[in-house]
């Protein structure tokens, strides 16, 4: 079992930056791929991001290339995503998840935190 802990949002005007961590008590973390998902209100959980168990593989959706930045520290058990130039549009909460195998299909996915409210004023 692999217990996942978001924390690091919160308000940020557009244009600024937050970084989300995600924390697992877990003692095989290194053995699992992580991914960084968002839901906004009224609409379906979306891919951001996802790291594999070594950091050799990296995937973003294409709404946050440039802008985002995920990394890893297994030996902190944690994950980050590194959020510039935040938009409105990027208001949503945002979840890390676990898996066997790195990929941007949320359904891959066994082990998922509570989440963190992310919100970009205008």
């Known amino acids: 079992q692999v217990q996942l802990v978001e924390s690091g949002g919160g308000l940020v005007q557009a244009g600024g930056s937050l970084r989300l961590s995600c924390a697992t008590s877990?003692?095989?973390?290194?053995?699992?791929?992580v991914g960084w998902f968002r839901q906004a209100r009224g609409k379906e959980r979306e891919f951001v991001a996802a790291?594999?168990?070594?950091?050799?593989?990296?995937f973003y959706a294409d709404f946050v290339k440039g802008r985002f930045t995920i990394s890893r520290d297994n030996a902190k058990n944690t994950v980050y995503l590194q959020m510039n130039s935040l938009k409105p549009e990027d208001t949503a909460v945002y979840y890390c998840?676990?898996?066997?195998?790195?990929?941007?299909?949320?359904?891959?996915?066994?082990?998922w935190g509570q989440g963190t409210q992310v919100t970009v004023s205008s």
């Open positions: 877990g003692r095989t973390f290194s053995n699992y791929a």
């Open positions: 790291v594999s168990r070594s950091s050799g593989r990296i």
């Open positions: 998840a676990a898996a066997r195998t790195v990929g941007t299909i949320r359904n891959q996915y066994d082990y």
